[in-house]
């Protein structure tokens, strides 16, 4: 096989997994049908949309005989059965989200045959992983978004903010198990099936990739004059941060406030990164990246410690802006080294586009749960809250401001990150020769 033609063991060209596949695909259509007769809309949408990936192969090959395993498509149906017809069967809703997590693996598993994409199980797992997570966040969001706009009650039913939110951290949770579980199902079948006779399925050929520095979009001009200060300027100005927090940790010290001191040691921290990676790597980061991560974290620390995120309304909405765009950036830049330096990875531009925002609605899901888990914890030991959650509002407002983030990466950050990215892939192939 092929090493840039991976996951062959999901379909099956066999009289009897066929029959078993397209026996699961007309219990989805009738579980369809049952919920949206009794106007659960959301599992209808759901039902079709598992419907369509699972009979994608069949018809991209033209043969019913090519469908998935049937043992894979079990722990689909599985759940969304229980959810239509017998929820209580489930405790929690783990197995909602093991489903989710094995719809997603089904769909990389096709990007990855019939596009131009290329990915190894190993990328492929951690990218369903993301999307799990990215989902759970995604779905939870959009029914708020529809409660604040339209008075719907997906989410706010006339409960307390705090009850409210405790229910959606709980789902968080629960995606995230699920994620883990299933990415540690899909290892084990990925590693027993490998050394297996492949099978007679002929797959389109890939078209080899080349890489360049311009191969993805540069940044509109009128972005680029309006935020087109000297470097000289934007390197001042990250100094001037940095004093800043050095001020704030030495206000934190004469005040024996630790909680400052520590949002400031952090905060200072992370602005150095840049120069450790020169320093480690030789990497010599542009002003304007530099700039970008020291004025994420200095608004974090001067909202902390001046009490801002309570005094003044939008403050929290812009710090998890600019924190979300310098997250989806590094998600980006990660991603984009992967794609350079490994010839079995390859994500078009397109599709970068949208890793942008699972990365960031899946980081959101996690800072979330991190945030609950710390408050409940410190609640539970009676000591000062360090993350604090101030309700479901807060939550999804801080996921909605993720993305806002997430969408000034996505449209015209990447050209620095672009050429990040390959100075670190060059500084990766330089320690590889040294070696």
Same mark, same amino acid.
Not at 238 to 253: A, E, P, S
Not at 331 to 342: E, K, L, N
């Given at each position: ?125 951690? +990218?369903?992983? @993301?999307?799990? =997570?990215?989902? $759970?966040?995604?779905?939870? *969001? &959009?029914?708020?978004?529809? /409660?604040?706009? !339209? ?110 001191? +520590?949002?400031? @040691?952090?905060? =200072?921290?992370? $602005?150095?990164?840049?120069? *450790? &990676?020169?320093?480690?790597? /030789?990497?010599? !980061? ?116 993720? =993305? ?32």
């Amino acid at each position: 096989m092929d090493k840039t033609q991976h996951f062959t063991h999901l379909l099956q060209d066999n009289k009897i997994n066929s029959f078993l596949s397209w026996a699961i695909v007309i219990v989805l259509i009738i579980v369809a049908i049952i919920n949206f007769s009794e106007g659960r809309y959301t599992w209808t949408v759901l039902t079709i949309f598992t419907i369509i990936v699972i009979i994608l192969p069949a018809l991209h090959f033209r043969n019913p005989k090519v469908m998935p395993t049937w043992y894979l498509l079990f722990l689909v149906i599985l759940p969304l059965i229980a959810s239509t017809t017998a929820s209580y069967l489930f405790l929690v809703r783990i197995p909602v989200y093991i489903s989710i997590a094995t719809i997603s693996l089904l769909l990389v598993a096709e990007i990855n045959w019939f596009t131009s994409v290329k990915m190894n199980p190993k990328f492929a797992i951690l +990218l369903v992983l @993301i999307t799990t =997570l990215a989902v $759970t966040g995604l779905w939870h *969001l &959009m029914r708020w978004l529809l /409660d604040i706009s !339209l008075g719907t009650s997906f989410i706010l039913d006339g409960r307390g903010e705090d009850i409210l939110n405790a229910e959606v951290m709980h789902e968080f949770i629960y995606s995230t198990i699920a994620g883990l579980i299933s990415g540690l199902i899909f290892a084990w079948y990925f590693k027993k099936e490998r050394l297996e006779k492949t099978n007679n399925i002929i797959f389109p050929e890939k078209i080899p990739t080349t890489y360049s520095e311009k191969s993805f979009s540069k940044p509109p001009n009128f972005m680029l004059k309006l935020f087109g200060v000297s470097p000289s300027k934007q390197a001042a100005l990250t100094h001037f941060m940095q004093i800043c927090l050095v001020g704030l940790l030495i206000i934190g010290v004469f005040s024996r406030d630790l909680h400052v001191i +520590l949002n400031a @040691i952090l905060a =200072l921290f992370i $602005t150095f990164i840049p120069a *450790l &990676m020169k320093k480690r790597f /030789d990497l010599n !980061l542009m002003p304007s990246l530099v700039l970008w991560i020291t004025l994420a974290v200095f608004l974090d620390a001067i909202g902390t410690t001046f009490g801002f995120y309570e005094t003044i309304d939008r403050w929290d909405n812009l710090t998890h802006a600019v924190s979300g765009s310098v997250v989806a950036a590094a998600g980006y830049v990660i991603v984009r080294v992967i794609d350079i330096y490994d010839n079995e990875v390859h994500l078009p531009p397109r599709l970068m586009f949208i890793f942008i925002f699972l990365f960031i609605l899946a980081v959101g899901v996690i800072w979330e749960i991190l945030e609950y888990v710390t408050d409940v914890f410190a609640i539970w030991v009676g000591i000062d809250v360090f993350l604090v959650q101030y309700g479901i509002h807060d939550t999804m407002g801080d996921m909605f401001f993720n =993305l806002v983030g997430a969408f000034v990466v996505a449209t015209w950050g990447t050209l620095y990150l672009n050429k990040i990215s390959f100075k670190i892939v060059e500084a990766l192939q330089q320690r590889k020769l040294d070696k």
